[in-house]
T-cell receptor, first 113, second 116 residues
Framework: AQTVTQSQPEMSVQEAETVTLSCTYD???????LFWYKQPPSRQMILVIR??????QNATENRFSVNFQKAAKSFSLKISDSQLGDTAMYFC??????????FGTGTRLQVFP | NAGVMQNPRHLVRRRGQEARLRCSPM?????VYWYRQLPEEGLKFMVY????????ESGMPKERFSAEFPKEGPSILRIQQVVRGDSAAYFC??????????????FGPGTRLTVL
């Protein structure tokens, strides 16, 4: 069975600084998708970034980028130039062959002014 | 171009009552997923439905829970004889997925169920 592990329950960063959130996963599949979702206090799930496992190039979306290490089954999220609005829970997720998302337990990120 | 809609946003039930949660997918989406988020936890998959079909219900509790996605109308997650442990946020997501590709799942705002 696939599993997703986020080992950092809480992180904090000062505004304008860079922070990296860790995620590891376990699967026997070769083709899959990985996602980072943001959940602010409103509880709405917002897609931050996605990565296809068959692509070697790391995905980037503005201030958000990933470090995807397929052999190590690692998928970390880097947030550059952190903003107060980045304060939220961040969930790493794996999409299985059956198209269901498997989520990690989340990392609570606090951005300080 | 409305997103995924869920109602009600908040639902309070007493133990033993029934809860009905509704999800209207985005226009053009024929695939619906239900997830449950217990307090201070991540989302857990419950069920995956296409119109009139249950594709994967491996995350559904064996008793009291059921889901449907009829040809017309919203998807319904039904919880019979609710217990305090059912208190959670229930999220619906929809996807336009085809047999040839996987697509992003678009999430609704969730329904927060509180069982007294």
């Amino acid at each position: 069975a696939q599993t997703v592990t986020q080992s950092q329950p809480e992180m904090s960063v000062q505004e304008a600084e860079t922070v990296t959130l860790s995620c590891t996963y376990d699967t026997s599949e070769n083709n899959y998708y990985l996602f980072w979702y943001k959940q602010p206090p409103s509880r709405q799930m917002i897609l931050v970034i996605r990565q296809e496992a068959y692509k070697q190039q790391n995905a980037t979306e503005n201030r958000f980028s990933v470090n995807f290490q397929k052999a190590a089954k690692s998928f970390s999220l880097k947030i550059s130039d952190s903003q107060l609005g980045d304060t939220a829970m961040y969930f790493c997720a794996f999409m299985s062959r059956t198209d269901k998302l498997i989520f990690g337990t989340g990392t609570r990120l606090q951005v300080f002014p | 171009n409305a997103g995924v809609m869920q109602n009600p946003r908040h639902l309070v039930r007493r133990r033993g009552q029934e809860a009905r949660l509704r999800c209207s997918p985005m226009k053009g989406h024929s695939h619906v997923y239900w997830y449950r988020q217990l307090p201070e936890e991540g989302l857990k998959f419950m069920v995956y439905l296409q119109k009139e079909n249950i594709i994967d219900e491996s995350g559904m509790p064996k008793e009291r829970f059921s889901a449907e996605f009829p040809k017309e109308g919203p998807s319904i997650l039904r919880i019979q004889q609710v217990v305090r442990g059912d208190s959670a946020a229930y999220f619906c997501a929809s996807s336009p997925i085809t047999s040839l590709s996987r697509n992003e799942q678009f999430f609704g705002p969730g329904t927060r169920l509180t069982v007294l």
